[in-house]
Nanobody, 121 residues
Framework: QVQLVESGGGLVQDGGSLRLSCVAS????????MGWFRQAPGKEREFVAAIRWSGITYYADSVKGRFTISRDNAKTTMYLQMNSLKPEDTAVYYC???????????????WGQGTQVTVSS
């Protein structure tokens, strides 16, 4: 059974930083893309960042230059370093994994349960 488990969320002040982690288990993720999405209250889930097995990365315009996605394929772990956080970054952050043509689309095969990120002003 495939599992994705996020951690690292929490409460931080405007301008602060957080590092999210997503640990994958249950199968080999060779050639899988992994991504981060977020959903704020009353809003649809939106793409944040994604990374291919090769290391090619993608970012939403709203986080470009502030967030950095990375992955450790040996440990099947993905990270999201979030700097210069803003109140509008407040959301539940989900990690996802799967074989993808376009990692920015949300039709991933596997999803985590989410971790709350709250940025206070």
């Amino acid at each position: 059974q495939v599992q994705l488990v996020e951690s690292g969320g929490g409460l931080v002040q405007d301008g602060g930083s957080l590092r999210l982690s997503c640990v994958a288990s249950g199968r080999t993720f060779s050639n899988y893309a992994m991504g981060w999405f977020r959903q704020a209250p009353g809003k649809e889930r939106e793409f944040v960042a994604a990374i291919r097995w090769s290391g090619i990365t993608y970012y939403a315009d709203s986080v470009k230059g502030r967030f950095t996605i990375s992955r450790d394929n040996a440990k099947t772990t993905m990270y999201l370093q979030m700097n210069s956080l803003k109140p509008e970054d407040t959301a539940v952050y989900y990690c996802a994994a799967g074989p993808k043509c376009d990692p920015r689309n949300s039709d991933y095969l596997y999803w985590g349960q989410g971790t709350q990120v709250t940025v206070s002003s």
